[in-house]
């Protein structure tokens, strides 16, 4: 039911054809995550994999549900090693041995995961880290090679670190002035070395979204694949988009530290459908119907004309990412949390009006929703429960131009108590505030407002605890998603 109500495309109007695995774009996979309250089980997500021919998938940690889950598939995996391990690893080789034994060698067997990279951190030199991480990477990614080398397995799989586009940039926007960041030059010099020693791949994270959502003056066009955008004349090359742009700049980049010729993955690139004016499902049908058109041609940037290794952000919606970035962290994925599909979008790159397979077999808690008491509330007295909610569930949906943002006061408070509700998995405690909510089964949905209904989830014994204090409710208002009464 709630599959249905979610819907944002109207299957009846669209051609539905059947993908063939010859047929899809060369190099590309995409990113699961699983910062969720109820994430998919992994089998439900393999099969929509299978369903939608993808046979690349990128990840951030190494689950063993999951990795036991992609044993026997063939699919290719990057397995993940999270920011927080990076210390332990770097500071003894130990450490590092048996992370690879337990999260790699263990799954390398007959029928067993088919893991081509192994990423060490992901995005550890961003600024707002503070160089936390600075220190850290560059051993753990030494350590980590050489216990994967040790084991045997550096000829079927390579170590990398995930950087964000951050890590370079260019004092006026044209590629060919690209240099790596001031305050990490030095290790990135170091690591970009050992890379090319090793043989070993850089991987970049590029958002043309965020470039739209951090300056109000960029050039809409501009971060889009249809050539609308004003071309930049660079050193005989011409760039009429933000991604070309930044791809080169990071070319540019490696070979003023000495690189000419190293393999680069694009270890994130997508468009979030909520939290923001640019954040919608038709832009981002938009962004990746150029996005796969593209990766079709094999055409490469104007440095680099080759076939791109690609892995799209994300496979899923994440209702549990920090929105410290922004509202629409929770909404990258393709497919909303329980798999169906928000917009239409060709993965065989020819630009057909189709839409991806959804998830098989969800299983969704009771047909029921949390509301406002109309009888009960105080709207004087109700911003408390309402900061309440929003800290503990998801209102990154009221956000701005978002599709719950034109919600009436009522309406608002009864959204954000859902959100809280389900989130906690319909606990009949979770919808009381003080004696101003009430369950119901009617369905609360207004308009494009989805209410939603939690699916039935192996972890459905998550409950949200108050560990930051204070914190992101300010963040949240901060945010303006709780100034709404």
Request: charged share 25%; hydrophobic share 40%; with cysteine.
């Amino acid at each position: 039911m709630a599959g249905r109500a979610a819907m944002l495309v109207n299957i009846k109007t669209v051609l539905m054809t059947t993908l063939t695995l010859a047929s899809l774009v060369r190099g590309f996979g995409v990113n699961w995550g699983n910062i969720a309250s109820h994430p998919l089980n992994p089998d439900i997500v393999v099969r929509m994999l299978k369903d939608n021919k993808i046979n690349k998938v990128k990840l951030f940690d190494a689950d063993s549900w999951t990795m036991n889950t992609l044993a026997g598939t063939g699919m290719e995996v990057m397995v993940g090693i999270p920011n927080n391990l990076l210390e332990s690893l770097a500071e003894d080789y130990e450490n590092a041995k048996d992370w690879v034994k337990e999260n790699v060698t263990a799954y390398i067997r007959k029928d067993g995961v088919n893991i081509k990279y192994v990423a060490v951190g992901n995005e550890p030199f961003l600024s707002s880290y503070n160089g936390s991480f600075l220190e850290t990477t560059f051993p753990a990614l030494k350590n980590i090679h050489k216990a994967l080398k040790e084991a045997g397995h550096t000829n079927t799989m390579k170590a990398t670190i995930p950087q964000n586009a951050e890590v370079y940039q260019s004092a006026n926007d044209k590629p060919s002035e690209g240099d790596f960041r001031s305050d990490v030059k030095k290790t990135m010099v170091d690591i970009v070395n050992f890379f090319n020693d090793n043989d070993l791949p850089f991987t970049v994270n590029i958002y043309p979204f965020l470039s739209l959502y951090l300056n109000e003056h960029f050039p809409v066009e501009y971060a889009f694949f249809d050539g609308k955008g004003k071309s930049i004349p660079d050193n005989g090359k011409n760039y009429d988009n933000v991604f070309d742009a930044n791809y080169d700049t990071l070319v540019y980049s490696l070979k003023k530290a000495g690189i000419k010729d190293m393999k680069i993955i694009i270890g994130e690139i997508g468009w979030p459908t909520d939290g923001h004016k640019y954040a919608t499902p038709k832009l981002a049908e938009k962004f990746y119907a150029g996005l796969m058109k593209r990766l079709a041609k094999e055409e490469g940037t104007p440095l680099r004309p080759e076939r791109l290794e690609v892995y799209l952000f994300g496979f899923l919606d994440e209702d549990m990412k920090s929105i410290m970035p922004g509202p629409f962290e929770r909404h990258w994925g393709i497919f909303r949390y329980d798999g169906t599909p928000k917009f239409m979008l060709d993965f065989t790159g020819q630009g057909r009006k189709m839409v991806p397979v959804a998830a098989k077999g969800v299983k969704y808690l009771d047909k029921q929703w949390c509301i406002v008491n109309k009888d009960t509330i105080n709207l004087d007295k109700v911003a408390p429960d309402l900061e309440y909610a929003c800290y503990h569930g998801d209102c990154t949906a009221m956000k701005g131009d978002s599709r719950c943002s034109k919600l009436d006061k009522i309406q608002n408070i009864s959204y954000a108590f859902n959100m809280y509700y389900q989130i906690q998995g319909q606990d009949v405690s979770a919808c009381d505030f003080k004696g101003t909510a009430r369950i119901t089964k009617d369905n609360a949905t207004v308009g494009s407002c989805l209410f939603p209904i939690q699916i039935v989830s192996g972890s459905d014994d998550f409950k949200i605890s108050f560990v930051f204090g204070r914190f992101i409710v300010v963040g949240l208002v901060l945010l303006g998603l709780i100034t709404i009464i």
